[in-house]
């Protein structure tokens, strides 16, 4: 659930955006924020059944989650439900899946850790850069095509590989395409880290227009 911020924080109406984008809300309890909430909850369900060996129960979780995913974002578009909460929410479950499933099947060593240190490591990289940019005054960068596709790919790598071990007749074909996926995501992954980074360090050399004095006599 992604949209153009606008408008202030706290009670007061929040205006709409001028190039006609859906306003973004300060709102908790609203229904894609709770079926957000609820993909959470299930996170440590799925990796309990992923790391006891249960493939067909977990890749059940993971369905479910994935048909919620889609479902908070249509009903936050088409009822002008997105919020800051959901903002947050929604892309941290989809990382906590991909995390759950990484370390559910190399517990169980059927992806390396070296493949889990790649994936975690650019999400630290990716909060270094945003610690840069809250030091510079600036807020979050905005997404990238190419970490969406890289996302895309790392969420639906691991669940075709899990497919292979819930249904062996299937392991032909899961395993390969499951493993293209999960290698070719996570080599994008790092490049849009890189691509962050590259634009980090460009907006943070920006020179900031200096606030003019409140007196005329603190210039004297």
């Not at 790649?118 to 990716?126: A, H, K, L, N, P």
């Not at 610690?131 to 510079?136: E, G, I, K, P, S």
């Not at 899961?174 to 880290?193: D, E, I, K, M, R």
Request: aromatic share 12%; proline share 8%.
């Amino acid at each position: 659930m992604t949209s153009t911020p606008s408008g202030s924080a706290g009670s007061r109406p929040v205006r709409p955006h001028p190039t006609g984008t859906s306003p973004v809300s300060s709102r908790v309890w609203t229904v894609p924020n709770v079926l957000s909430l609820l993909r959470l909850l299930l996170v440590p369900v799925f990796l309990y059944l992923l790391a006891e060996g249960h493939d067909a129960g977990a890749l059940l979780v993971l369905a479910f989650s994935s048909a919620t995913d889609f479902l908070d974002g249509y009903i936050a578009r088409r009822f002008n439900q997105i919020t800051r909460l959901g903002q947050l929410l929604d892309p941290a479950a989809d990382r906590l899946y991909i995390f759950a499933a990484l370390i559910g099947l190399a517990l169980r060593d059927l992806v390396p850790w070296w493949l889990v240190a790649v994936v975690v490591g650019r999400d630290v990289f990716m909060l270094v850069v945003g610690v840069v940019l809250a030091n510079y005054g600036f807020g979050p960068l905005p997404v990238h095509l190419l970490g969406k596709i890289a996302t895309f790919c790392l969420f639906y790598a691991l669940p075709v590989i899990m497919l292979g071990q819930a249904f062996p007749e299937l392991a032909w074909w899961s395993g390969p395409v499951g493993w293209a996926f999960g290698l070719w995501g996570a080599f994008l992954y790092w490049w849009a880290g890189i691509i962050y980074l590259i634009e980090t360090v460009r907006v943070t050399r920006i020179p900031r227009v200096r606030a003019p004095s409140p007196s005329d006599t603190l210039e004297r």
